[in-house]
């Protein structure tokens, strides 16, 4: 592992610690470090500063400089592709007219159901960005830094930040995004550390796993997607072991209920309030959740507006075919037409952080919650089709290589789509990355194990 890596990772920690001009100067240093790095092709530490901004942070990051509002991911991303051109894809020519064809024809079609222009150019700017990576992605040496960066990220990097920040950190709110250094990669740096653990099976790796989720827990707090992809991970691994060594399954099962048992119901873990809610919710979700409107208001927040999307998303297609299987395209909005907020009990969406003021008084919502009702939205039906085609095709690499690894990816796929250029970039890099498993495979298995 290279030393840049311990540096940057240390150089956040400060940033994140929100000491005055100390975090601001080196803030902006990571800023213009990251220009240098890829000026010098120095991609897989470019990658780690990618990774490690956040945009629900006071501190100075690549997302938000001096309060100014200016996120620094959309110049920077243009400076890469700058870069790779000068240097050189290897790509098929026909492959990137393809994907530029199908860009421009989602361009047109969002066109058509806009109703903001300001909303239109982002989405058109996040996605041509979200197609320069794809195609860069495609060529192995890209790939390659990515991943490496990315596994660094979840075994080293993530954890320095989680037990540095969280011990010495001065603006930390247990329960709320803004003001922690968290958004939605946090939860694919847990998976994938589980699935290395799980990979390597090594009594140390456990420990080291443990200890990073009691920091998390500690210190700020396990969101729900992060328990849901972890219980996932760990049942797929288990359902594959099975198959494999059932007495040692046996034993893997009969140890994870203790220990879950005994954490959900010491005073440790109620102690954090947050987490604690975030695990009854899932657990009321699943004793109540139904597509009866009646019953919906049973269901939790935050995953009921994720149900509402996709009911009023799938309902507004089933009138429009096309749509429904083709998508609404790139600044498209959907409307809660078929299925009002109000009959499932959401009186309103203000202060609830769920959607910007314009839309809420516009009753027009350009961005779904999840990976479902987001690419159901943009894409269509052929496009969450071909997501869940890539998930598939990685677990399957897990079941014939026990890479959990893999399982990992895919299940981050499947929840996290969407929210933002930096995780559109992640999704698109871990969709090539399962995709050319076979080739890459030595390298993988390398960086994994390492």
């Given at each position: 592992m290279r030393n840049s890596h311990f540096i940057l990772g240390s150089a956040f920690c400060i940033?994140?610690?929100?000491?005055?001009?100390?975090?601001?100067?080196?803030?902006?240093?990571?800023?213009?470090?990251?220009?240098?790095?890829?000026?010098?092709?120095?991609?897989?530490?470019?990658?780690?500063?990618?990774?490690?901004?956040?945009?629900?942070?006071?501190?100075?990051?690549?997302?938000n400089s001096l309060g100014t509002g200016i996120s620094m991911i959309y110049p920077l991303s243009f400076l890469f592709v700058l870069r790779i051109l000068y240097e050189g894809i290897a790509v098929?020519?026909?492959?990137?007219?393809?994907l530029c064809m199908c860009f421009f024809a989602y361009s047109i079609l969002g066109y058509t159901k806009c109703a903001n222009a300001g909303y239109f150019i982002i989405d058109?700017?996040?996605?041509?960005?979200?197609?320069?990576?794809?195609?860069?992605?495609?060529?192995?040496?890209?790939?390659?830094?990515?991943?490496?960066?990315?596994?660094q990220y979840a075994k080293y990097l993530y954890p320095m930040l989680i037990?540095?920040?969280?011990?010495?950190?001065?603006?930390?709110?247990s329960g709320r995004e803004i003001g922690t250094l968290f958004d939605e990669t946090g939860s694919l740096a847990i998976m994938l550390l589980l699935g290395i653990t799980l990979q390597r099976k090594r009594l140390l790796g456990y420990v080291y796993f443990a200890a990073v989720i009691l920091a998390k827990s500690f210190f700020f707090y396990i969101g729900s997607f992060e328990i849901i992809g972890v219980s996932l991970v760990l049942i797929g691994y288990i359902m594959n072991s099975m198959r494999i060594n059932p007495k040692r399954s046996i034993a893997l099962v009969l140890s994870v209920i203790l220990i879950l048992s005994y954490t959900l119901n010491s005073n440790w873990f109620s102690g954090n309030s947050f987490t604690a809610y975030k695990a009854?919710?899932?657990?009321?979700?699943?004793?109540?959740?139904?597509?009866?409107?009646?019953?919906?208001?049973?269901?939790?927040?935050?995953?009921?507006?994720?149900?509402?999307?996709?009911?009023n998303i799938w309902a507004a297609g089933l009138n429009d075919p096309l749509r429904l299987l083709l998508g609404s395209g790139w600044g498209s909005y959907f409307e809660y037409s078929y299925l009002k907020a109000s009959s499932a009990g959401i009186s309103t969406f203000i202060d609830t952080g769920s959607y910007s003021l314009w839309e809420i008084s516009e009753s027009k919502y350009y961005q779904a919650h999840n990976t479902v009702g987001y690419l159901l939205h943009k894409v269509g039906l052929l496009g969450l089709l071909g997501i869940v085609y890539v998930s598939l095709k990685g677990i399957v690499r897990f079941v014939k290589s026990k890479e959990v690894i893999f399982l990992a990816c895919s299940v981050y796929l499947m929840m996290n789509i969407g929210y933002g250029l930096k995780n559109m970039i992640v999704c698109s890099a871990i969709t090539l990355i399962i995709l050319y498993s076979k080739n890459d495979n030595s390298r993988i298995l390398f960086s994994a194990r390492s």
């Open positions: 940033v994140y610690l929100d000491i005055s001009w100390l975090s601001i100067a080196i803030g902006y240093g990571i800023i213009g470090a990251s220009v240098f790095l890829l000026s010098k092709k120095c991609y897989q530490e470019f990658f780690i500063v990618l990774l490690l901004s956040s945009y629900h942070s006071n501190g100075i990051t690549i997302f098929r020519r026909r492959l990137a007219l393809v058109n700017l996040r996605w041509f960005l979200t197609l320069i990576f794809v195609i860069a992605f495609i060529d192995e040496r890209y790939r390659h830094d990515f991943w490496t960066a990315l596994l037990i540095v920040v969280g011990a010495l950190g001065r603006s930390v709110d009854r919710q899932i657990l009321f979700l699943i004793d109540s959740i139904s597509f009866d409107p009646a019953m919906l208001q049973l269901v939790p927040f935050s995953p009921r507006i994720r149900i509402l999307e996709i009911l």
